[in-house]
């Protein structure tokens, strides 16, 4: 069983940078694709983008690309999630996701949920 704890959410500006971190415990992390998620107030939770741990792959949803980047440390059992140049529609609950297969879009595919981060972003 993977348990997923992400931290650095909070309020910042339009333009500014954050970074999320997801801590992982009870798998071996390395063996793990590792993603993010997120939910808007009133919309559906979608993907934001993945890594993957056969090849460090990464994809990202098309409204991040240039702006995010998702990156993992092995050695600490961590994901990040840069995020520069935010704007007010990146306000949402920010999930970090796992699963030892599936890497794609779909939020039914991933077994291991964090509790989620608010990202809050100011115009």
């Known amino acids: 069983q993977v348990q997923l704890v992400e931290s650095g959410g909070g309020l910042v500006q339009a333009g500014d940078s954050l970074r999320l971190s997801c801590a992982a415990s009870g798998g071996t992390f390395s063996s793990y694709n590792m993603g993010w998620f997120r939910q808007a107030p009133g919309k559906e939770r979608e993907f934001v983008a993945v890594n993957t741990w056969s090849t460090g792959s990464t994809y990202y949803t098309d409204s991040v690309k240039g702006r995010f980047t998702i990156s993992r440390d092995n050695a600490k059992n961590t994901v990040y999630l840069q995020m520069n140049s935010l704007k007010p529609e990146d306000t949402a609950v920010y999930y970090c996701?796992?699963?030892?297969?599936?890497?794609?879009?779909?939020?039914?595919?991933?077994?291991?949920w964090g509790q989620g981060t608010q990202v809050t972003v100011s115009s």
């Open positions: 996701v796992a699963d030892r297969w599936h890497r794609s879009a779909q939020e039914s595919e991933y077994d291991y």
